[in-house]
């Protein structure tokens, strides 16, 4: 199994850009971005979760400027961020499980079995 994570690039505050990870031949049930910035941890942005349609999740801080969506057909996931901001500054990882994750335990990394490489985003004020 092998996520493929792209899209990442420099943009300038309140510009957007559009991440995309490739799942190779699988759905999965969870899927995540997570991001993690120069000297901090890992930090999870948003999920999304098959159940009974599709749920979605954000973190507070991306609230109403990022949208998670899935390709199901096409095996790929991507994150709409829009109105970024220099905090916004990360690497960003797209991480799966294949199988259902209990809502509280979302944000934490060790929910997820796989994980993509990373693609970086630098926001420029």
């Known amino acids: 199994v092998q996520l493929q994570a792209s899209g990442g690039g420099l943009v300038q505050a309140g510009g957007s850009l559009r991440l995309s990870c490739a799942a190779s031949?699988?759905?999965?049930?969870?899927m995540a971005w997570f991001r993690q910035a120069p000297g901090k941890e890992r930090e999870w942005v948003s999920s999304s979760r098959i159940s009974s349609g599709t749920r979605i999740d954000y973190a507070d801080a991306v609230k109403g400027r990022f949208t998670i969506s899935r390709d199901n057909a096409k095996n790929t996931m991507y994150l709409q961020m829009n109105n970024l901001k220099p905090e916004d500054t990360a690497v960003y990882y797209c991480?799966?499980?294949?199988?259902?994750?209990?809502?509280?335990?979302?944000?934490?990394?060790?929910?997820?079995?796989?994980w993509g490489q990373g693609t970086l985003v630098t926001v420029s004020s």
């Open positions: 991480a799966a499980k294949n199988g259902h994750v209990i809502v509280s335990a979302l944000d934490w990394a060790g929910s997820y079995d796989y």
């Open positions: 031949g699988r759905t999965f049930y969870t």
